[in-house]
């Protein structure tokens, strides 16, 4: 018998509540209301999200986010800014200690992106995961040269012929690990590259260069375009392939939604939250 898994599609939702049912599945599984979860979503505006420990007002221009009428908050989780539009949202809510788990945090991406990998494999991709091999690849993963964060793979980045196509991040809090991340079906990069902040024309102009050679949407490699719907399938099949669980899909209870929405107004919703230095 397959262990069982929660499966919640919450659909397109404001960037606070994205983030505020993230954490509270945190809570839930340490509270042992809830067993491991994969959470699939959109984002409703389109969202450009930044790391926990991002420098917003320096690196982002508010005014380039505004007027394309994004939403912005700030994830829990690491790592650079995402812009949000036609993906896929993955989040995988798990405790350090269940039997699947590494110890170490590299290791344990690597376990829970296995479902992202199936998944690629199945709409015919050719996906490996990345590795840095060399003293200067680590280093670069340490110093990150942008704000952006498809510019650059990670440990065990998901690759598709030596490009990105997935990004990740992770936390852990009181013997939970939350991974989540960005499925992207079609980038719209002159839009990503005009949210941020650069020392001249030039510099962006290079780094959008650069990133053309390192990142990758689905569309891009298949040549044409992945309805969401399909994308779920794929995915959650993923999922329950390189996890070897079986997911349940589960609606959340009015007294759940509504954990929800407070947090989201009192934490994620906030300028403390979301512009804190």
Same mark, same amino acid.
């Not at 839009?191 to 949210?195: P, R, T």
């Not at 959340?252 to 407070?262: A, F, G, N």
């Given at each position: 018998?397959?262990?069982?898994?929660?499966?919640?599609?919450? /659909?397109d939702?404001?960037?606070?509540?994205?983030m505020?049912?993230?954490?509270?599945?945190? %809570?839930?599984? #340490?509270? /042992?209301?809830? !067993? !491991?979860?994969?959470?699939?979503?959109?984002?409703?505006?389109?969202t450009? =999200?930044?790391?926990y420990?991002?420098?917003?007002?320096?690196?982002?221009?508010?005014?380039?986010?505004? +007027?394309?009428?994004?939403?912005?908050v700030?994830?829990?989780? /690491?790592?650079?800014?995402?812009?949000?539009?036609?993906?896929?949202?993955? =989040?995988?809510?798990? =405790?350090?200690?269940?039997?699947?788990?590494?110890?170490?945090?590299?290791?344990?991406?690597?376990?829970?992106?296995?479902?992202?990998?199936? /998944?690629?494999?199945?709409?015919?991709?050719?996906?490996?995961?990345?590795?840095?091999?060399?003293?200067?690849?680590?280093?670069?993963?340490?110093? !990150?040269?942008?704000?952006?964060?498809?510019?650059?793979?990670?440990?065990?980045?998901?690759?598709?012929?030596?490009r990105?196509?997935?990004?990740?991040?992770?936390? #852990?809090?009181?013997?939970?690990?939350?991974?989540?991340?960005?499925?992207?079906?079609?980038?719209?990069?002159d839009?990503?590259?005009?949210?941020f902040n650069?020392?001249? %024309?030039?510099?962006?102009? +290079?780094?959008?260069?650069s990133?053309?050679?390192?990142?990758?949407?689905?569309?891009?490699?298949?040549?044409?375009?992945?309805?969401?719907?399909?994308? *779920? *399938?794929?995915?959650?099949?993923?999922?329950? *392939?390189?996890?070897?669980?079986?997911?349940?899909?589960?609606?959340? =209870?009015?007294?759940?939604?509504?954990?929800?929405?407070?947090?989201?107004?009192?934490?994620?919703?906030?300028?403390?939250?979301?512009?804190?230095?």
């Open positions: 018998m397959k262990e069982k898994w929660y499966f919640i599609d919450s /659909g939702k404001n960037p606070y509540y994205n505020a049912l993230d954490e509270k599945l945190m %809570d839930w599984h #340490r509270e /042992g209301k809830i !067993p !491991p979860a994969v959470r699939f979503y959109g984002w409703n505006p389109a450009l =999200s930044v790391g420990f991002q420098k917003a007002k320096k690196e982002i221009d508010m005014d380039a986010v505004n +007027r394309h009428g994004l939403g912005f700030r994830r829990p989780t /690491g790592g650079r800014a995402v812009l949000h539009e036609d993906e896929l949202t993955y =989040s995988v809510i798990v =405790s350090e200690d269940h039997p699947q788990m590494p110890d170490t945090v590299t290791e344990a991406y690597r376990v829970i992106s296995q479902g992202l990998l199936e /998944g690629f494999l199945e709409l015919g991709l050719d996906a490996g995961f990345s590795i840095p091999r060399t003293e200067e690849e680590r280093n670069n993963l340490k110093n !990150p040269r942008s704000a952006v964060c498809f510019d650059a793979s990670s440990w065990y980045e998901l690759v598709v012929e030596g990105k196509i997935a990004g990740s991040a992770q936390t #852990r809090q009181k013997g939970v690990i939350l991974q989540h991340g960005s499925i992207i079906l079609s980038l719209n990069e839009k990503l590259f005009d949210v650069y020392p001249n %024309d030039r510099v962006r102009e +290079r780094m959008q260069r990133f053309k050679n390192k990142a990758v949407a689905i569309e891009e490699l298949l040549g044409k375009k992945v309805p969401v719907e399909k994308a *779920k *399938k794929v995915f959650k099949e993923g999922f329950e *392939k390189g996890l070897n669980v079986r997911l349940e899909h589960i609606v959340l =209870s009015d007294e759940q939604e509504k954990e929800v929405q407070v947090l989201a107004y009192r934490k994620y919703g906030t300028d403390d939250w979301n512009y804190k230095s």
